[in-house]
């Protein structure tokens, strides 16, 4: 009986270790077009349906948990998607060493873990330190999108990114209704709609590099 061959899932799924110190966007995406990140990619929907819908933007999916980011590879590697890729690792290393300055056009940061216990606030993404490198990698006019169904941590989001010197606040889309199973940004957000949970919503612009408002403002 013959198999077919077993493809690679490179470059469809890389960790930090095979992607080197940099990220060159149009070396490796392999096309120039603007880049946006789905930090903590998770299953993948988002990334996976962004990429097929919009063939001229290039969609980075990262995700700490490798099993996770490899299935979600698999199903872009499956379509052949030349704008959808997965790093395996953490998010803030990458932001921090790894990508160029004022060179991501848009950050989407779904139901991030919130970390309940005391000991593990440190995990916690929402951070000044991670709003600072948000600031760092976004073009000015680049959005960061941020859902969550955990009304306390989505204050700590805002409370972060509202008053932020670097972002001014934008009005988040108003939900509708699923118009079949699959029609949820995230599997996270369609398993937390399922439950009847509400969804807390927030859209931030960075703003212009030369145009910042002091933090007193
Ligand atoms: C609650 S899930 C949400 C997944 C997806 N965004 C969604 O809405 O369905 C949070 C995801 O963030 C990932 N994650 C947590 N901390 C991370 C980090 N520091 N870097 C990259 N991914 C991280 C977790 O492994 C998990 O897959």
Not at 41 to 47: N, V
Not at 89 to 116: E, N, Q
Request: overall charge neutral; proline content about 8%.
């Amino acid at each position: 009986m013959q198999t077919a061959p077993i493809k690679p899932i490179k470059p469809w799924f890389q960790t930090i270790e095979d992607i080197g110190p940099h990220i060159d966007w149009s070396t490796y995406f392999g096309q120039q077009a603007p880049v946006e990140l789905d930090i903590g990619c998770g299953r993948g929907l988002f990334l996976f349906n962004a990429a097929v819908m919009n063939p001229q933007t290039n969609f980075l999916g990262i995700e700490i948990d490798y099993r996770e980011g490899r299935r979600t590879a698999t199903r872009l590697m499956k379509r052949d998607l030349p704008n959808g890729r997965v790093i395996g690792g953490d998010c803030r290393v990458i932001l921090r060493d790894m990508i160029t300055p004022h060179s991501v056009s848009a950050a989407h940061v779904y139901f991030p873990d919130p970390w309940w216990k005391k000991r593990h606030h440190k995990r916690r993404l929402f951070t000044d330190e991670f709003a600072a490198l948000l600031s760092q990698i976004l073009i000015p006019g680049g959005l960061l999108h941020s859902w969550t169904d955990v009304a306390d941590y989505f204050d700590i989001v805002r409370s972060l990114m509202d008053h932020h010197p670097d972002f001014e606040v934008l009005a988040p889309p108003e939900e509708r209704p699923a118009e079949h199973d699959l029609d949820y940004q995230t599997s996270f957000e369609r398993k937390k709609r399922k439950l009847g949970c509400p969804i807390y919503r927030g859209l931030w612009k960075r703003r212009p590099l030369d145009t910042q408002l002091s933090p007193s403002n």
